[in-house]
């Protein structure tokens, strides 16, 4: 048994989001008490925990759970920033497809994989949902990393069989796209224990987005999906993300609504290990219905910034009841620190006009960051928070390495456990991310 000594913060339980704040964790001398198999034995005030076990006393940094990015792109780890003089479609066509069918070299995709784990661990994302790149052995390099790294990722390979000439090297015929799928799930998923509710890694069927598949490939990757949905296999892909990109949907499948396009045409794709990036434009009938199947929304309002896209409104997509869990989307999304992106989407949902506008409780944005993406993942039982009982993901963050930030935590009143919250989300940079742990295990 080794204890982590700390002030503990977490969203103890398993709340929804409304009542995150009532479950608001904050032992300023707090502990977990971590077994050797990885496993939390004890959460809570730290002059209470069992007696006779090694003590790791990281006062006065913070215990908090490990950031859960639930939409990130691998082949886009070197393109934030990038300059695409439009929107969504622009970007994609004179930015990104250029810059992910560098990937077709292996040691590139090699060297990508590399910093894009090592990049995760600098900034305590310890469970990624991954946007995979459309080259099997860049995958390939991206499940072996995170294994010998120890992150828990789920990602699949980037389908595409249509699409536009500077995407012609992503692109395969439908057969191939549904093998390739096939081999992936069949290699990778739960590789590196066997078991899915063990493992770190799991394997996921992931469309770039509607356009750039078939009628005929939904189909197939439908009846792809059912065959392995209970082996725990994910669904991942975009929704309703730009304007122009929802009416090229409706037009192209002659669908009443986006999302029509994964849940009607053959079996549905949707259901609780279902994820679907943005959903900026949803209509009230989409957001019942992900709501109703258990299917989750990863929001990522820093790229929706940066592209233009609009602002998902929160009160509207959290009262229909789906799940929301937060996405950096990078590199569209040019934060790769969950805070960061935390921090956009605070300020953004305090813009929305008139009524709409919500000041976000600092409970609520640390349970979009952790327990909604862990919910969002299927995962809950395991990780989110750190309460006893769940695998000890959680990072380090000591105030203390980053200029100004312990100054800016003294004002605050001890007792105020809102307040000290929002400053430590709100304010915090990668400097302050010390140390970061799966499952017990040191990563960094």
């Given at each position: 048994?080794t204890?982590?000594?700390?002030?503990?913060?977490?969203?103890?339980g398993?709340p929804?989001?409304?009542?995150?704040?009532q479950?608001?964790?904050s032992?300023?001398?707090?502990?977990?008490?971590?077994?050797?198999?990885g496993?939390?034995?004890?959460?809570?005030?730290f002059?209470?925990?069992?007696?006779?076990?090694?003590?790791v006393d990281?006062?006065p940094?913070?215990?908090?759970p490990?950031?859960?990015?639930?939409?990130?792109?691998?082949p886009?780890?070197?393109?934030?920033d990038?300059?695409?003089?439009?929107?969504?479609?622009?970007?994609?066509?004179r930015?990104?497809f250029?810059?992910?069918?560098?990937?077709?070299?292996?040691?590139?995709?090699q060297?990508?994989?590399?910093?894009f784990?090592?990049r995760?661990i600098s900034?305590?994302?310890?469970?990624?949902l991954v946007?995979?790149s459309?080259?099997p052995h860049?995958?390939?390099?991206?499940?072996?990393?995170?294994?010998?790294?120890?992150l828990?990722?789920i990602?699949?390979?980037g389908?595409?069989t249509v699409?536009?000439?500077?995407?012609?090297?992503?692109?395969?015929?439908?057969?191939t796209?549904?093998?390739?799928?096939?081999?992936?799930?069949?290699r990778?998923h739960?590789?590196?224990?066997g078991?899915?509710?063990?493992?770190?890694?799991?394997?996921?069927?992931?469309?770039?987005?509607?356009?750039s598949?078939?009628?005929?490939?939904l189909?197939a990757?439908?009846?792809?999906?059912?065959?392995?949905?209970?082996r725990?296999?994910?669904?991942?892909?975009?929704?309703?993300?730009?304007v122009d990109?929802?009416?090229?949907?409706?037009e192209?499948?002659g669908v009443?609504?986006?999302?029509d396009?994964?849940?009607?045409?053959?079996k549905?794709?949707?259901g609780?290990r279902s994820v679907?990036?943005?959903?900026?434009?949803?209509?009230?009938?989409?957001?019942?219905?992900?709501?109703?199947?258990g299917t989750?929304i990863?929001?990522?309002?820093?790229s929706?910034?940066f592209l233009?896209?609009?602002v998902?409104?929160?009160?509207?997509?959290?009262?229909?009841g789906?799940n929301?869990?937060?996405?950096?989307?990078?590199?569209?999304?040019?934060e790769?620190?969950?805070?960061?992106?935390?921090?956009?989407?605070?300020k953004?949902h305090?813009?929305?006009?008139?009524?709409?506008?919500?000041a976000?409780?600092?409970?609520?944005l640390?349970f979009?960051a952790?327990l909604?993406?862990?919910?969002?993942?299927?995962l809950?039982?395991r990780i989110?928070?750190?309460?006893?009982?769940?695998?000890?993901d959680?990072?380090?963050?000591?105030a203390?390495?980053?200029?100004?930030?312990?100054?800016s935590?003294?004002?605050?009143?001890?007792?105020?456990?809102?307040?000290?919250?929002?400053t430590?989300?709100?304010?915090?940079r990668?400097?302050a991310?010390?140390q970061v742990?799966v499952k017990?295990?040191?990563l960094?």
């Open positions: 048994m204890t982590y000594r700390g002030h503990l913060i977490h969203i103890g398993a929804r989001l409304a009542d995150a704040a479950c608001l964790v032992e300023p001398d707090g502990a977990i008490v971590v077994d050797d198999t496993r939390i034995t004890y959460s809570g005030p002059d209470r925990r069992p007696s006779g076990d090694a003590v990281v006062r940094a913070f215990l908090l490990g950031f859960v990015d639930a939409h990130i792109h691998f886009q780890t070197y393109c934030t990038s300059y695409g003089g439009g929107q969504l479609l622009d970007w994609l066509s930015c990104i250029p810059a992910e069918v560098k990937l077709a070299d292996p040691a590139y995709a060297r990508v994989a590399q910093d784990c090592r995760r900034v305590g994302t310890t469970t990624a946007f995979g459309a080259f860049a995958q390939d390099a991206l499940f072996r990393e995170s294994i010998r790294t120890g828990r990722t990602s699949g390979r389908i595409q699409g536009p000439p500077s995407a012609e090297p992503l692109l395969t015929d439908e057969a796209a549904i093998s390739l799928v096939t081999e992936e799930i069949v990778w739960a590789a590196d224990t078991d899915p509710a063990t493992a770190l890694v799991h394997a996921a069927v992931v469309p770039r987005f509607a356009l598949v078939t009628t005929q490939t189909h990757l439908g009846e792809l999906y059912d065959s392995v949905r209970d725990g296999v994910y669904f991942h892909t975009h929704l309703n993300e730009n990109e929802v009416a090229a949907v409706r192209t499948y009443q609504s986006y999302l396009t994964y849940d009607s045409i053959g549905t794709l949707l609780p679907l990036a943005h959903a900026v434009h949803c209509t009230r009938d989409e957001l019942a219905r992900m709501a109703d199947t989750s990863a929001h990522c309002p820093s929706q910034l233009g896209s609009g998902m409104p929160w009160r509207a997509t959290v009262g229909s789906v929301v869990a937060l996405g950096t989307d990078v590199s569209a999304g040019d790769w620190l969950i805070p960061r992106v935390l921090n956009d989407c605070f953004v305090m813009s929305e006009p008139g009524d709409q506008a919500v976000l409780h600092p409970a609520e640390l979009t952790t909604a993406g862990a919910r969002a993942l299927a809950e039982d989110g928070n750190l309460d006893a009982g769940k695998e000890a959680f990072v380090v963050v000591d203390r390495r980053q200029e100004l930030l312990v100054e935590l003294s004002q605050i009143d001890e007792y105020d456990r809102a307040a000290q919250l929002f430590l989300l709100m304010g915090m990668e400097e991310v010390s742990y017990g295990r040191k960094n």
